[in-house]
T-cell receptor, first 112, second 115 residues
Framework: DQQVKQNSPSLSVQEGRISILNCDYT??????FLWYKKYPAEGPTFLIS?????DKNEDGRFTVFLNKSAKHLSLHIVPSQPGDSAVYFC???????????FGKGTRLSVIA | NAGVTQTPKFRVLKTGQSMTLLCAQD?????MYWYRQDPGMGLRLIHY???????AKGEVPDGYNVSRLKKQNFLLGLESAAPSQTSVYFC??????????????FGEGSWLTVV
């Protein structure tokens, strides 16, 4: 039973355009959501997070939007750059204070 | 800055062999984790530890054992390796307030192939 779902395995975007990565969750008790970025042959690195009391958090080119009624969050990258090509994971603290649970990831390819 | 260091980085095992993956962190973090990443499956938690001398099972613990004898080290053991354990293994560490949105820090990964 996946608590955090990323239904798009891959996404291809042209350089300079907007990339939108989506994530759905099932547990309405999640307090925080995080996005991680992973390059090949490297470990995941933290990108941006959002508290459940907010509906938007922005950090430079990266913005995360949270829609609690829909149990949906999205990561917007504007403008997209070739260096953004990576796998992006959505994550949330598990139920009962267990560690982070991750989605299956979305592979973003930014084409120059 | 070392952060989280995993050894070995690559290993090929025969079915039935045993091995231990070592994780070391220099950030004085209380919590440590082992995840595995498989194609199409994302990152799945194997075991974790909330402090020295403590361990707990994650989502996919079968076939693995762990030990946290020192705060800075977290060992993942495979007693009898199986081809299904071919994967990339990531160790991570964090402060206890990870549930408040603070991030966890990952190592670079260990590639394990069981033939």
């Amino acid at each position: 039973d996946q608590q955090v779902k990323q239904n798009s395995p891959s996404l291809s975007v042209q350089e300079g355009r907007i990339s939108i990565l989506n994530c759905d969750y099932t547990n309405s008790m999640f307090d925080y959501f995080l996005w991680y970025k992973k390059y090949p042959a490297e470990g995941p690195t933290f990108l941006i997070s959002i508290s459940s009391i907010k509906d938007k958090n922005e950090d430079g080119r990266f913005t995360v939007f949270l829609n609690k009624s829909a149990k949906h969050l999205s990561l917007h990258i504007v403008p997209s750059q070739p260096g953004d090509s990576a796998v992006y994971f959505c994550a949330a603290p598990g139920s009962g204070n267990t560690p982070l649970v991750f989605g299956k990831g979305t592979r973003l390819s930014v084409i120059a | 800055n070392a952060g989280v260091t995993q050894t070995p980085k690559f290993r090929v095992l025969k079915t039935g062999q045993s091995m231990t993956l070592l994780c070391a962190q220099d950030m004085n973090h209380e919590y440590m984790y082992w995840y595995r990443q498989d194609p199409g499956m994302g990152l799945r938690l194997i075991h974790y530890s909330v402090g020295e001398g403590t361990t707990a099972k994650g989502e996919v613990p079968d076939g693995y054992n762990v030990s946290r004898l020192k705060k800075q080290n977290f060992l993942l053991g495979l007693e009898s390796a199986a081809p299904s354990q071919t994967s990339v293994y990531f160790c991570a560490s964090s402060r206890p307030d990870v549930y408040s949105g603070n991030t966890i820090y990952f190592g670079e990964g260990s590639w394990l192939t069981v033939v």
